[in-house]
């Protein structure tokens, strides 16, 4: 049978997977915050200022709800600009410089995104790898 789960694995939900699996109906992107507890989850504070400005109070409320667990770290701290700079020069937007330079800096295992930047090969050269949450749902057996 297909391994089910890796929960030493460290995952960074992109702003665009919280928000598909929050308020917009898609299925893989739900699968995966209904399957948080299997991983150990970093939330950059860019994606946590990306949230703030696109959600309502309510799906904030509901995001909030499914963080405060003991398997979802919330990290405040600034990233070092010798790191944004690295990923700057990818030609990624600021924001997504920012948590792609995180995701190196934490020494995250996975980046869940459907940015097609990130998709595009980024992560080859870098500490972690980018996955589009089809493919993680299938990769993880969270497709049931």
């Not at 960074?12 to 919280?18: A, E, K, P």
């Not at 200022?49 to 770290?73: C, G, R």
């Amino acid at each position: 049978m297909k391994k089910i789960m890796d929960t030493d694995m460290r995952i960074s939900l992109d702003t665009n997977v919280w928000i598909f699996g929050l308020v917009e109906y898609n299925k893989y992107c739900r699968k995966i915050l209904m399957n948080l507890s299997h991983f150990q989850v970093i939330v950059p504070i860019q994606v946590l200022k990306e949230l703030n400005n696109n959600l309502s109070k309510e799906f904030l409320d509901y995001f909030y709800q499914l963080v405060i667990k003991p398997y979802v770290q919330l990290d405040y701290e600034k990233v070092p600009d010798v790191y944004i700079t690295m990923f700057e020069s990818k030609d990624l937007k600021k924001g997504d410089a920012i948590i792609g330079a995180f995701a190196e800096w934490r020494k995250v295992d996975m980046i869940v995104s459907d940015n097609r930047d990130f998709l595009r090969g980024l992560s080859e050269e870098y500490y972690f790898r980018v996955m589009a949450p089809q493919k993680f749902c299938e990769s993880f057996n969270l497709c049931y």
